[in-house]
């Protein structure tokens, strides 16, 4: 196998490791951006941001890496994304912007506490929403015509992307549940742990709405699928979403044992992950820009491979002593300087 055959895998699932660790840190800080309308009063707000404060702006690290990777291995799929989704991805950039500022500035204001926390609020369902509908507007497929974007501004926009955005935005909110009541205690924890059962029920309407949707985007995925005997050797993965989903359910109010519930919404986001890639491979824009077809020359991915092999274990090392330094329960009486 030449170069130019198994570097575009190489980095497709360097760029895909990268998303997936991009949803599932940052994931649960929109969550709890998401959930913040049902804080019962200002402390808990407080005591909700506070459990992510050390950590927050570390785990964006990843939709750099990302974004970047994307740019140096497959620059076709980047130039037809970034034409594409414009809009939506504006409407995330500017969200997490806001969002950040929010949250740095109502931990220091003495007057419009109120108006931050929810602009912290705005921000992160904007933001959360606006990477639903990326997902879905690049899963639906582009149209394209020898590798050129051919749709309008808003061709992003459909029923399916939509349900994709909604679906994202839940799916952040139970991540955030889930972090809740493995770093809160008392009242705040019982909240969250009330609020992760609906949000499982939601979680899987959604995922399954979208699944039952996905093959219908496309004949190609359809086969992948069904033909050939397929779905025999794929079927584990739905199998394992639901069976992930009930021991969630139970784990919610199970006391005691607090981090399985936000560990069981990790593997929950990671089967859905795996379930999407199934789908789409080995295009990385549907329904027919191959990896093979938008990558770059391989001296260049080869290249910018030598220093990812360099920078992503000091990514990966900075990230688990951030996580580990800052381990433990967040006291409602904790503060933010």
């Known amino acids: 196998m030449d170069t130019a055959t198994w570097l575009p895998v190489a980095w497709y ?6 998303v997936l ?29 506070n459990t992510a404060a050390p950590i927050w702006d570390g785990n964006e690290t990843w939709l750099v890496l990302g974004g970047t990777g994307l740019l140096a291995a497959f620059p076709r799929a ?7 989704l414009y809009l939506p991805v504006l409407a995330m950039l500017v969200a997490l912007i806001f969002r950040g500022v929010a949250f740095e500035f109502r931990f220091k204001a003495r007057r419009g506490k109120r108006f931050w926390g929810g602009a912290f609020a705005v921000g992160s369902m904007v933001a959360s929403f606006s990477q639903g509908v990326i997902l879905g507007a690049l899963v639906e497929g582009m149209p394209l015509e020898e590798g050129r974007y051919l749709g309008g501004a808003f061709a992003w926009f459909s029923p399916f992307s939509m349900l994709t955005g909604a679906s994202v935005m839940c799916g952040y909110a139970l991540l955030g549940a889930g972090w809740l009541i493995l770093k809160t205690e008392g009242r705040l924890q019982q909240v969250a742990r009330t609020t992760t059962r609906p949000l499982v029920l939601v979680a899987v309407m959604s995922m399954g709405l979208v699944s039952a949707w996905l093959p219908f985007l496309d004949s190609r995925i359809m086969a992948r699928w069904f033909e050939g005997g397929n779905f025999w050797w794929l079927a584990p993965v739905p199998l394992l979403a639901l069976l992930n989903a009930f021991m969630l359910w139970r784990a919610a109010m199970e006391e005691g044992r607090d981090a399985r519930p936000f560990l069981l919404t990790l593997s929950f986001f990671v089967l859905g992950y795996a379930g999407l890639v199934i789908g789409i491979w080995p ?9 093979w077809d938008a990558s770059s020359p391989p001296s260049s991915q080869g290249f910018t491979l030598v220093g990812l092999a360099i920078l992503l274990p000091i990514v990966l090392g900075y990230t688990a002593w951030s996580y580990s330094v800052f381990r433990g329960k967040v006291r409602a009486d904790a503060g933010y300087h």
């Open 283 to 291: 295009n990385i824009i549907p329904p027919s820009l191959s990896i």
């Open 78 to 84: 980047y130039a037809i994304l970034l034409s594409a």
């Open 21 to 49: 660790m991009y949803v599932l840190l940052d994931g649960f800080v929109l969550g709890l951006g998401v959930l913040a309308p049902f804080a019962e009063d200002e402390g808990q707000l407080d005591t909700m941001m």
């Open 13 to 18: 699932f360097v760029i895909g490791f990268g």
